[in-house]
């Protein structure tokens, strides 16, 4: 009687294509200079500030959903992100992971849009603007969905790509908010019926339902869920705190902002911990 012994063998790693050493090269390259344009484009080196471009309607006291200057340091932190990814991205072993090749591209195009608006804005075209941020959070919508397919593939990745991207869209979702707001305000558009203080608290109600939204989605995630809703907090709670304390007063709209910003805060905090426990 004979005994047959299985064998196993290791599969060898898929070796980098030339489309994979292109797309790492490519994302490191434009990320510094998308990083770079958007930083200068912003005022940080001098020239005008985004505050004070398009006749101050970004400004954080031109409409009740603007968000309180130190708002805009989260910039920072995502840029840091972005950063980190792309060199992360760009290291030889990461060339053919399956989570960057699926989202690496759209994270340039993230970049590139972003430092898009920032000109758009310079410019003064707010209409203009509002379209080129939209298509900012759609793109990122996109590497959201992408994320959500599947698990990161180390604790490194899933901090800086998932939670670059988390914050991110989170912020980026509150500022379409405002810019969508600056942009009607600047068109002199009237308060159609609800008012000034009506049409802000159903913006910052959106906003909410959005952050739930998102949390909802992303909950098999957690990092990306609580990075999003952690942004959208931030966000929404500088608009509180603007219309609270600063120069364009609504106690109205503060709480509602208040309020909004602890949804936002707490909802993907309980639908991972409700998917964990599934």
Known sequence: MSTTRATTSAQPAAAPTTADRVRQVTVLVGAAVAIVGAAFGS??????????AA???????????APDGPAFSI?????????????????????????????????????????AWIGVVQTGVLPLSVVVI??????????????????????????VLDGTV????????????????AALTDAGVGDLGLGETGWAVVV?????????????FAARRPVVAIATGAAMAWGLGWIAAGRANGPLLDGTV???????AGIALLAPVVTTLRARRG
């Open 75 to 115: 910039w920072s932190v995502i840029y840091l992100g972005l950063a980190a990814f792309a060199i992360y991205q760009a290291l030889p072993r990461q060339a053919t992971d399956p989570r960057l090749r699926a989202v690496s591209w759209w994270v340039l195009a993230s970049m590139l849009l972003n430092a």
């Open 55 to 65: 006749g101050g309607a970004l400004a954080a006291d031109a409409t009740p959903v």
């Open 43 to 52: 005022g940080a080196f001098g020239g005008q500030a985004i505050q004070d």
């Open 134 to 159: 939209g298509a900012l959070v759609a793109v990122l919508a996109v590497i959201l969905v992408r994320l959500v397919r599947t698990p990161p593939t180390s604790a490194l990745q899933a901090v």
């Open 204 to 216: 910052v109600v959106a906003g909410a339902v959005l952050a739930v939204a998102y949390a909802l």
């Open 166 to 181: 988390g914050l991110y869209l989170g912020w980026a979702s509150v500022a379409t908010l405002a810019n969508v707001a």
């Open 254 to 260: 503060a709480v509602a902002a208040g309020v909004a």
